[in-house]
């Protein structure tokens, strides 16, 4: 499914820049990077839960 893939991509690339700010926040010790990727991957989650949601909701649809 073209849009589950699509999802799929996007939530990579937002762990992937979660991931990156950690990573800036310890090479510089700067907070500010560790709270924006403390922001990026609550959000992602938030984001993942929202989206595995809709997935099951979209197969309860088509099963019923």
């Known amino acids: 499914n073209a849009v589950s893939c699509a999802l799929t991509v996007g939530l990579v690339l937002l762990l992937a820049a979660g991931l990156i700010s950690f990573a800036i926040y ?3 010790g700067n907070p ?6 403390l922001v990026i991957v609550k959000w992602t989650v938030i984001a ?4 595995a949601a809709i997935l099951v909701l ?3 649809a088509v099963r019923l």
């Open 26 to 28: 310890v090479a510089t």
């Open 32 to 37: 500010v990077w560790r709270q924006r990727g």
């Open 48 to 51: 993942g839960l929202g989206a």
């Open 58 to 60: 979209e197969q309860l």
